[in-house]
């Protein structure tokens, strides 16, 4: 089963990982800005994890503050 959450520190260098895989390299954010993103905005990546591995993730851009993943997914 797929569990979707919020991503941690932990996560980021798998989220890196997928963005190379998933993405021509000149479209692809590069390893560094997206650290600097996850430490700016942390509260923005949710990740998709399949028995305790992460297989995909998101970066949303809110326009309104949410309180929790929750209201995002509802």
């Not at 959450?5 to 932990?10: D, S």
């Not at 591995?53 to 309180?67: P, W």
């Amino acid at each position: 089963m797929v569990e979707i959450r919020m991503a941690e520190k932990e996560d980021v260098a798998k989220i890196v990982m997928i963005e190379r895989e998933c993405f021509p390299a000149a479209e692809a954010a590069k390893e560094e800005d997206i650290y600097k993103r996850f430490e700016a905005f942390g509260e923005n990546f949710i990740v998709a994890v399949e028995d305790g591995k992460v297989i995909g993730f998101v970066k949303i851009r809110r326009r309104i503050m949410y309180k929790s993943l929750e209201e995002i997914c509802e």
